[in-house]
Each structure stands twice: as C-alpha cells, then as structure tokens.
C-alpha cells in the first residue's frame, strides 16, 4: 500500500531540491562584499523618509475597488461573448444583469469621488 505513495514522495523532493538547492548555492558560493554604494537606495534617488507601514489615503483602497470591478468585468466578458450564440437570450439577460451590478458600484465610487484626485 506505501509503494503508491513513492512515486508523490519522489515529486515532493525533487520538487524540494529544485528550489531548496539554487538558494543554498547562492548564498555559499556568491561573493559578500557589501558597501556604502551598493547599500545605498536606488530607482527613487533619496532616503526613506517614513515608516513603510503608514497609513494610505482611503482613495488608494477605492481605485483599488474600482480596477477590480473592471477587471472582473473583462474576465467574464470574453467567455461570454464566445459562446454567446450557445447560450441565447438567457446568458444575454444574465449578462446585462450583471453588468448593471458592476455599474452600480462604479457609480457609486464615482459618488465617492475615487475618480478625482487633488
């Protein structure tokens, strides 16, 4: 009974090596020779000048919502339109219905003011 579970056991430490293995020889064979300048911040040009654990502005959360709801929206309209002729008047209403609920909640982030920045 065991010997069905061999070949699952082999794939999980192979699986194991092919990840565990390259970190190891990374760290142990990889030169460490940190200095001002490697150490020093990149891409943005300056220090970090506060926590990175402050609080964002709400609007960053409602544009988060809102790219969600397109993006939803998107992944479920592509399936829909190929097999549109399949599935008739009933997956045409269903869609309209569903498109009405996302464009409740783009208007109501629209009221929330997520489309305007200062």
């Known amino acids: 009974m065991l ?14 090596a092919f990840g ?5 020889a990374g ?6 020779k940190p ?3 490697k150490l020093s911040p990149y ?8 926590d990175a654990r402050m609080k964002f502005d709400v609007r960053y959360y409602l544009v988060a919502i809102l790219f ?13 339109a190929v097999v549109l002729d399949e599935i008739g008047l009933f997956g045409f209403v ?11 909640g783009f208007v109501y982030e629209w009221a929330k003011g997520a489309l305007e920045w200062e």
């Open 68 to 80: 969600i709801l397109f993006d939803l929206e998107i992944a479920f309209m592509f399936p829909w």
């Open 35 to 37: 200095d001002s300048q």
């Open 27 to 32: 760290r142990l064979l990889a030169p460490n």
């Open 94 to 104: 269903a869609m309209v219905i569903f498109l009405g609920i996302l464009v409740v």
């Open 3 to 16: 010997e069905n579970y061999l070949p699952i056991l082999l794939f999980i430490l192979v699986g194991l």
């Open 43 to 50: 891409e943005c040009g300056f220090e970090a000048f506060e």
């Open 20 to 24: 565990i293995v390259p970190i190891m």
